[in-house]
Each structure stands twice: as structure tokens, then as C-alpha cells.
């Protein structure tokens, strides 16, 4: 990162991934004084990020497993019952899709995943790869509190 008269610069070849900026864990802070701050912040940044030019290659994940039974998940497993009362993260259901305060467009990338790691099975290192991408501002949605 460098700053070139008075703005950041990433160079040319980066990214925007916008972890799991999905209905369930949105709804889950919307409420809170320090949710609709962190909802605000995001927009302004989304927005901001669409209108760079060049735009950067924009990558919004999603949680989300095959079906309501979650083959994904091991029984018991930390992770699994870290997830329990969110709901089933389900494909195709209304909770597991970028959520409505963020503009997503044609140009936007959205990948789903199983893990909270980015690339949990996906194609993510081999967009970055393929688009020579050397840098990656990772913007997570972390519940307040």
C-alpha cells in the first residue's frame, strides 16, 4: 500500500472481499445502535468501492450448505454449534443471499462457501490467481457485542 498525493493506493491488481454480508447475520444486528453503524459503514464503503475507476474486482461470499440436513457440517463440531440458532444456511433460501442494504451488480462476484475461511469450496484463489490479483482488502461482518 502506498499513498500517492494524499490517497491510499493498493496498486493495480487487487480485490474487495466482502465476507458474509448475508440476511442472517445482517438481521442479526440490525437492531442495535452499533449494527445500524456497522450496516451504514458498509454501505458507504460498497458504494464507494462501485464507483472507483478502474473498479476493483468485488467479491461477496456466502455461508451456505447443500439442504437443511447440512452434509457440510460435522456433528457436534465447534463450528457446528457455533452456527446452531442462525438458521440452516440452506441453498436457496432468502438468509444465505448478500443482503438487500448492499448493491450488488453484474460485475460483482459471489461466491458461496462452507467454511468461514474465503475459499472453502469455491473457486476464490483461482479468480485471484487468474486476474493477477496481489492484494485483497478483506471487509468481514463481525457481530457487535
Not at 33 to 48: H, L, M, P, R, Y
Not at 87 to 95: A, L, Y
Request: proline share 3%.
Amino acid at each position: 500500500m502506498a499513498r500517492a498525493e494524499g490517497h491510499l493506493s493498493f496498486g493495480q491488481h487487487y480485490a474487495v472481499l466482502n465476507l458474509d454480508w448475508i440476511s442472517f447475520l445482517i438481521d442479526g444486528i440490525k437492531d442495535t445502535s452499533v449494527g445500524q453503524e456497522f450496516i451504514t459503514n458498509c454501505v458507504k464503503w460498497n458504494d464507494a468501492v462501485h464507483q472507483k475507476d478502474p473498479r476493483p474486482l468485488t467479491i461477496f461470499t456466502s455461508l451456505l450448505f447443500s439442504n437443511s440436513s447440512q452434509p457440510e457440517l460435522a456433528k457436534g463440531s465447534p463450528f457446528t454449534r457455533l452456527l446452531q440458532g442462525y438458521g440452516t444456511f440452506e441453498t436457496g433460501s432468502s438468509g444465505v443471499q448478500i443482503d438487500s442494504n448492499f448493491m450488488v451488480d453484474e460485475k460483482d462476484i459471489i461466491l458461496q462457501k462452507t467454511r468461514w475461511y474465503a475459499g472453502a469450496g469455491n473457486s476464490l484463489e483461482q479468480i485471484l490467481r487468474a486476474q493477477n490479483i496481489n492484494t485483497v482488502i478483506i471487509v468481514r461482518n463481525h457481530r457487535p457485542g
